[in-house]
């Protein structure tokens, strides 16, 4: 088959690749419906995080089960399933306080941007759709993999609750779809942190009721200008970087909740800013599969649709221009038809 590589920055390629095999009773073989790019692969291919050697790249993933291990009961071929990045047994002391993506046998999975996908710990981690979803409902299932769960484990992290006041901060696929998240769990008022028209516009449509322009520190002095000087309730950091972070943990009220779920690049916090802010703080890689039979639910029965991030379809042999799209911020997110 061919699938994507990643040899350097830049330097995505579309090529020859092994085909997965079953190499554990536990593993299933998926044939993917679609796949996407992260914002979290573009820090590889930006050269930000280093690339030691080709990489197959893509870890958000659904599809219809090829193949089982012996050991695998539960999950059967023809099924459509969803997975999340990290595989988890789903029966460990962590899996069961909701917190898979630390599964004491946790496993990336990696190689999603290809037209197999080999799930360790399959019965654990993937979840099957109540039938085979219409090709319409496909990219609102595949959000759910890894955008949709993390945008919603930030809201969740972040303790979002009916009538509550809610920051984002980042425009992003998972920030928009963290306004989404807060919506769907009541907050009454959602202040969306972006700059981009187009970001701007989807971020109304799932739920913000506030777009604020300002970033760094002019950013909380906006969002404290709207709360009457307290700060925000809850703020959810969706970036990853030092400003989004302070950012962040500035605009959020004495007694407030940030949650954040942007995969961390040179963040440091000051031990006594964070003692005097009087902030909960909670984040991490977001355990998707906690949230994904209730995710599939909502986009099932047509509640919500995640899918509306992907900006931008393309065969999945065109992947590259995925990544120069997203890295051009072009495309908010690239979605691949194998
Ligand atoms: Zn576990």
């Known amino acids: 088959m061919r699938g994507t590589v990643l040899y350097g920055t830049g330097d995505i390629r579309f090529e020859d690749t092994p085909e997965p095999k079953i190499t554990k009773p536990t593993d299933a073989i998926i044939r993917l419906a679609a796949t996407c790019v992260c914002g979290s692969d573009l820090w590889s291919y930006r050269g930000i995080s280093p690339v030691n050697q080709p990489t197959p790249m893509g870890h958000e993933y659904c599809g219809i089960v090829e193949e089982v291990g012996s050991g695998v009961k539960t999950v059967k071929p023809g099924q459509f399933v969803i997975g999340s990045f990290f595989a988890s047994d789903n029966t460990c002391p962590h899996c069961n306080f909701g917190y898979q993506s630390s599964c004491q046998q946790r496993e990336f999975v990696g190689g999603a941007q290809a037209p197999l996908l080999r799930v360790p710990l399959a019965e654990g981690t993937l979840v099957p759709t109540p039938g085979v979803p219409a090709k319409e409902m496909i990219p609102n299932l595949l959000a759910a993999s890894d955008v949709l769960g993390t945008g919603w484990f930030a809201a969740d992290a ?11 901060v980042g425009d992003g696929a998972v920030g928009l779809l963290a306004v989404l998240s807060a919506r769907q769990m009541g907050a009454e008022r959602i202040i969306a942190m972006s700059r981009h028209e187009k970001r701007q516009k989807l971020a109304l449509e799932f739920g913000a009721t506030d777009i604020v322009t300002e970033r760094g520190d002019e950013g909380v ?7 009457k000087g307290l700060g925000a309730d809850a703020v959810l950091e969706c970036v990853g970087t030092q400003e989004s972070m302070m950012q962040a943990i500035r605009s959020t009220r004495p007694g407030g909740y940030v949650s954040y779920v942007g995969v961390p690049h040179g963040v440091e916090l000051r031990g006594d800013e964070l003692f005097f802010s009087h902030v909960h703080l909670h984040g991490g890689p977001a355990p998707v599969r906690r949230f994904l039979p209730k995710l599939i639910d909502l986009v099932w029965t047509e509640k919500i649709h995640p899918g509306k991030v992907f900006d ?3 065969p999945l042999d065109q992947v590259a221009e995925g990544y120069r799209a997203m890295d051009e911020r072009r495309a908010i997110k690239a979605i691949l038809q194998p």
């Open 221 to 227: 002095v906006r969002i404290k200008d709207l709360t």
């Open 158 to 168: 972040a303790n979002v609750r009916p009538g509550m006041t809610v920051a984002v």
């Open 312 to 314: 931008l379809a393309l």
